[in-house]
């Protein structure tokens, strides 16, 4: 691997097996992209901070999702649409601006949840998921092959969908994966009783 990953800072979450439609426009993110294709560079979402001003240090969180990119197309607009994949987590140990002010960083691995089988309870992840992915269909293709019975699968796919504050997140990510499901479950029956 590239001793630096280009970074795509986002205001949202991407974890391993997660899957996220971008459009390209900006000339460092096109460069991004074709570094990435070329094979020459790989490259990372980031998210952003969005209670951290824009130019202070802590404005992308440290934790960040390398990806590959599993699909592109030219959009209606004219715009360049790419599909990625998360395929693991690191931590930044350094990070800078290149010339076009692209983000680039040097990042070591950190741990992640492994697949583990739900329990009956944890279904409750699952039905709810369902109905999110009935209301937003288009969320719903990017998952041909849902992993209903994996836990780490469903658990990372909430985390990226709930209004979570970044700290929150990054809190229930450092967590085991049962005691984050169990909180998911919590925050899914006091916050989403309108989804039936």
Request: some cysteine; overall charge negative.
């Amino acid at each position: 691997m590239n001793p630096t990953i280009a970074l795509f800072p986002l205001n949202t979450l991407l974890l391993p097996d997660g899957r996220m439609r971008l459009r390209l426009f900006e000339p460092r993110y096109l460069r991004l992209m074709k570094e990435a294709s070329s094979g020459t560079r790989p490259f990372a979402i980031a998210s952003i901070n969005p209670l951290v001003s824009q130019h202070h240090q802590d404005r992308i969180c440290p934790e960040v999702t390398l990806v590959s990119i599993v699909d592109f197309e030219q959009l209606p607009d004219g715009l360049l649409g790419i599909t990625v994949e998360g395929t693991g987590r690191y931590q930044i140990s350094k990070r800078w601006q290149e010339y076009d002010q692209l983000h680039v960083a040097e990042l070591t691995p950190i741990p992640f949840w492994t697949a583990q089988n739900t329990s009956a309870e944890q279904q409750l992840l699952w039905q709810k998921l369902q109905l999110v992915f009935k209301q937003y269909p288009e969320l719903a293709t990017l998952y041909p092959q849902p992993e209903p019975h994996n836990l780490c699968w469903l658990v990372s796919r909430w985390m990226e969908l709930l209004p979570l504050t970044p700290h929150l997140k990054r809190q229930w990510l450092r967590q085991e994966l049962t005691d984050t499901a169990k909180d998911l479950e919590l925050w899914l029956e006091d916050s989403l009783e309108e989804i039936s």
